[in-house]
Protein backbone atom coordinates (compact mmCIF):
# COMPACT_ATOMS: atom_id res chain seq x y z
CA UNK A 1 0.00 0.00 0.00
CA UNK A 2 1.13 3.39 -0.81
CA UNK A 3 0.49 6.52 2.11
CA UNK A 4 -0.28 10.06 1.07
CA UNK A 5 0.17 13.13 2.84
CA UNK A 6 -0.84 16.54 1.29
CA UNK A 7 0.69 19.61 2.21
CA UNK A 8 0.80 23.25 0.87
CA UNK A 9 -2.56 24.51 0.93
CA UNK A 10 -3.69 28.12 2.20
CA UNK A 11 -5.11 31.31 2.06
CA UNK A 12 -4.14 33.04 -1.19
CA UNK A 13 -5.69 36.17 -2.97
CA UNK A 14 -7.32 36.09 -6.17
CA UNK A 15 -4.53 35.85 -8.71
CA UNK A 16 -2.07 34.27 -6.83
CA UNK A 17 -0.06 30.73 -6.44
CA UNK A 18 0.17 28.13 -4.36
CA UNK A 19 2.10 24.73 -4.60
CA UNK A 20 0.52 21.60 -2.73
CA UNK A 21 3.15 18.74 -2.70
CA UNK A 22 1.16 15.34 -2.09
CA UNK A 23 4.71 12.94 -0.17
CA UNK A 24 4.02 8.99 -0.41
CA UNK A 25 5.37 6.58 1.37
CA UNK A 26 5.50 2.39 1.51
CA UNK A 27 5.16 2.52 -2.52
CA UNK A 28 6.88 4.56 -5.18
CA UNK A 29 4.74 6.88 -6.96
CA UNK A 30 6.44 5.88 -10.02
CA UNK A 31 3.95 2.55 -9.55
CA UNK A 32 0.64 4.16 -9.90
CA UNK A 33 -1.29 6.87 -11.70
CA UNK A 34 -1.25 9.62 -9.41
CA UNK A 35 -4.72 12.68 -9.64
CA UNK A 36 -5.57 15.55 -7.77
CA UNK A 37 -8.61 15.96 -6.94
CA UNK A 38 -10.80 18.90 -5.05
CA UNK A 39 -14.09 19.13 -3.05
CA UNK A 40 -15.58 22.42 -2.11
CA UNK A 41 -18.53 22.69 0.33
CA UNK A 42 -21.62 20.80 -0.70
CA UNK A 43 -20.22 20.12 -3.99
CA UNK A 44 -18.79 16.25 -4.98
CA UNK A 45 -15.31 15.58 -5.24
CA UNK A 46 -13.79 17.05 -8.74
CA UNK A 47 -10.90 15.86 -11.10
CA UNK A 48 -8.29 18.33 -11.07
CA UNK A 49 -5.21 17.02 -12.39
CA UNK A 50 -3.60 13.44 -13.33
CA UNK A 51 -0.58 12.12 -13.92
CA UNK A 52 -0.06 8.52 -15.87
CA UNK A 53 2.70 5.96 -14.58
CA UNK A 54 3.08 4.40 -17.51
CA UNK A 55 3.14 6.96 -20.33
CA UNK A 56 3.72 10.04 -18.42
CA UNK A 57 0.92 11.49 -20.06
CA UNK A 58 -0.91 14.77 -18.14
CA UNK A 59 -4.54 15.61 -18.11
CA UNK A 60 -6.60 18.35 -16.83
CA UNK A 61 -10.17 19.14 -16.08
CA UNK A 62 -10.66 22.23 -18.44
CA UNK A 63 -11.73 24.86 -15.43
CA UNK A 64 -7.85 24.39 -14.78
CA UNK A 65 -6.04 24.04 -17.87
CA UNK A 66 -3.44 26.39 -18.72
CA UNK A 67 -3.40 27.62 -14.85
CA UNK A 68 -2.65 24.60 -12.90
CA UNK A 69 0.57 22.18 -13.51
CA UNK A 70 1.01 18.59 -12.25
CA UNK A 71 4.71 16.97 -11.92
CA UNK A 72 6.61 14.03 -10.04
CA UNK A 73 9.85 13.89 -8.40
CA UNK A 74 10.54 10.49 -8.53
CA UNK A 75 13.86 11.07 -5.56
CA UNK A 76 11.43 13.02 -3.54
CA UNK A 77 8.51 10.22 -4.04
CA UNK A 78 6.18 13.19 -4.49
CA UNK A 79 3.78 14.56 -6.64
CA UNK A 80 3.44 18.22 -6.96
CA UNK A 81 -0.03 20.64 -8.15
CA UNK A 82 1.12 24.00 -9.16
CA UNK A 83 -1.59 26.42 -9.28
CA UNK A 84 -1.35 29.85 -10.57
CA UNK A 85 -3.77 32.58 -11.15
CA UNK A 86 -5.88 31.18 -8.67
CA UNK A 87 -9.86 32.04 -8.56
CA UNK A 88 -12.22 32.60 -6.17
CA UNK A 89 -14.08 29.24 -7.31
CA UNK A 90 -11.10 27.31 -7.09
CA UNK A 91 -11.32 27.38 -3.43
CA UNK A 92 -12.33 23.74 -1.90
CA UNK A 93 -10.06 20.93 0.08
CA UNK A 94 -7.47 19.38 -2.60
CA UNK A 95 -6.99 15.67 -2.06
CA UNK A 96 -4.26 13.03 -3.93
CA UNK A 97 -4.74 10.12 -4.97
CA UNK A 98 -3.10 7.26 -6.66
CA UNK A 99 -4.73 4.45 -8.74
CA UNK A 100 -3.70 1.38 -11.01
CA UNK A 101 -1.08 2.70 -13.33
CA UNK A 102 -2.99 2.83 -16.82
CA UNK A 103 -1.86 4.51 -19.89
CA UNK A 104 -5.14 5.97 -20.36
CA UNK A 105 -5.60 8.40 -17.53
CA UNK A 106 -8.82 8.00 -15.36
CA UNK A 107 -10.74 11.09 -14.68
CA UNK A 108 -13.65 9.59 -12.02
CA UNK A 109 -12.46 9.54 -8.01
CA UNK A 110 -13.61 5.54 -8.50
CA UNK A 111 -10.33 4.85 -10.27
CA UNK A 112 -8.24 5.79 -7.46
CA UNK A 113 -7.33 3.19 -4.38
CA UNK A 114 -5.43 5.70 -2.09
CA UNK A 115 -6.04 9.00 -0.73
CA UNK A 116 -4.27 11.65 1.28
CA UNK A 117 -6.19 13.76 3.94
CA UNK A 118 -6.42 16.70 2.22
CA UNK A 119 -5.10 20.42 2.13
CA UNK A 120 -7.32 23.56 2.31
CA UNK A 121 -6.75 25.72 -0.57
CA UNK A 122 -8.90 29.19 0.16
CA UNK A 123 -9.11 32.13 -2.53
CA UNK A 124 -10.15 35.33 -1.65
CA UNK A 125 -11.73 37.60 -4.02
Known amino acids: QVQLVESGGGLVQAGGSLRLSCAAS????????MGWFRQAPGKEREFVAAFSGASGNTAYADSVKGRFTISRDNAKNTVFLQANSLKPEDTAVYYC??????????????????WGQGTQVTVSS
Open 26 to 33: GRTVSMYN
Open 97 to 114: AAGNMYVVIRRTASAYDY
